[in-house]
């Protein structure tokens, strides 16, 4: 039914790219605040980027701000993470988050995709 698929993770050297994808089916799309959430081992899952339902302008955790560019396109029902000049700290399973607040509070989460940065 509900599906948050994430893709693209991998290893890249510091200061390399990758771009994240994440496939939504099952649920009103367009209704939906989506966010990128990521988790290093040992480390607390931490809010990396998120657009609102009606878009406009992302907002990001200042770690990442300037070296990221999260997207959605609402016909295609999918999000996107541009990830720039990687570092070793951004090594983390990355996931992909649907939340509603109307008619009622409602999260979905994706099963994530390992991005992995050497030094």
């Known amino acids: 039914q509900v599906q948050l698929v994430e893709s693209g993770g991998g290893l890249v050297q510091a200061g390399g790219s990758l771009k994240l994808s994440c496939a939504a089916s099952g649920f009103t799309f367009s209704n939906y605040d989506m966010s990128w959430y990521r988790q290093a081992s040992g480390k607390e899952r931490e809010l990396v980027a998120l657009?609102?339902?009606?878009?406009?302008?992302?907002n990001y955790v200042d770690s990442v701000k300037g070296r990221v560019t999260m997207s959605r396109d609402n016909a295609k029902k999918m999000v996107s993470l541009q990830m720039n000049s990687l570092k070793p700290e951004d090594t983390a399973v990355y996931y992909c988050?649907?939340?509603?607040?109307?008619?009622?509070?409602?999260?979905?989460w994706g099963q994530g995709t390992q991005v992995t940065v050497s030094s």
């Open positions: 657009i609102r339902s009606g878009g406009g302008s992302p």
């Open positions: 988050k649907a939340e509603a607040s109307w008619p009622r509070r409602q999260d979905y």
